[in-house]
């Protein structure tokens, strides 16, 4: 019996690795997180681009509640859980989650297969890699994320933006997701310390309502689901390279 996470990137249907989409091809079922039952999340919108069959379940978890670990977040993801180990003692075989994004990288996947071994420790879990938000903006913007000796640091705006702040003293690259209400805030962070000129905003990416464009550019609160890319200051091709050949 398996539990698979399978990352379907930022929402852009071709974005999805060739062995996610053979795992959910041939997963005995594929399940997504839903906010709602009677909608289609991004995942499963993905999901259903890239697979012929229609073993599909909708899970519903408490995505947009605030506020950490709260009574309705445990609540759905105990729930979910309770589905998940049901079918598999029932049915057995492969069961796949699929998320936005890569299941490593603050995805609901890691709740739901802590919760799931709890109830079944007998199960294997694993992971299938997925493209990233920042990868994605970084390549639709044309941002070169890294070089050389360059470090990275991400981390999502619910942490504050003092995170933020103590990120761009540190860290040569910064990306920061889940902008959403604390937009000005960012936007003000970036001016103040002379960032903002560089900065890229991206929100639905690969999705018709894209957006794409200089961090300078956006006003108020953006939608919760927004990444924005703080490239560092560069002198030039190959400023960032040491002696010891780093490439």
């Not at 289609?40 to 919108?45: D, I, K, L, Y």
């Not at 509640?65 to 492969?94: I, M, N």
């Not at 990275?152 to 910064?174: I, K, M, Q, R, S």
């Amino acid at each position: 019996m398996r539990l698979v996470g399978v990352g379907m990137g930022p929402g852009d249907p071709e974005l999805v690795t060739v062995k996610g989409v053979r795992v959910l091809q041939e997963a005995d079922l594929v399940v997504v997180p839903v906010m709602e039952a009677a909608e289609q999340g991004r995942a499963e919108a993905t999901a259903r681009a890239n697979v012929r069959h229609d073993r599909l379940l909708r899970l519903v978890f408490a995505l947009d509640d605030r506020g950490g670990a709260t009574v309705a977040r445990f609540a759905a993801w105990e729930a979910a859980a309770d589905t998940v180990a049901t079918r598999l003692r029932e049915h057995g075989g492969t069961i796949a989650f699929a998320t936005i994004g890569d299941p490593n990288v603050y995805s609901t996947f890691t709740y739901l297969a802590d919760a799931v071994r709890e109830r079944m420790p007998e199960v294997v879990v694993e992971t299938v890699p997925g493209i990233t938000a920042m990868q994605d903006l970084a390549s639709r913007s044309g941002t070169v994320l890294c070089e050389g000796t360059e470090s990275l640091a991400l981390l999502p705006l619910t942490a504050g933006v003092a995170a933020l702040e103590g990120a761009l003293a540190h860290f040569d690259t910064v990306v920061a997701y889940k902008g959403g209400r604390h937009m000005p805030a960012v936007l003000e962070v970036l001016r103040a310390q002379g960032r903002i000129d560089d900065a890229v905003f991206g929100a639905a990416l690969g999705l018709p309502d894209e957006q794409v464009r200089p961090a300078a550019e956006v006003e108020g609160e953006a939608a919760y689901l927004s990444t924005v890319l703080v490239p560092p200051r560069r002198g030039g091709r190959a400023s960032k390279l040491t002696d010891t050949g780093t490439t």
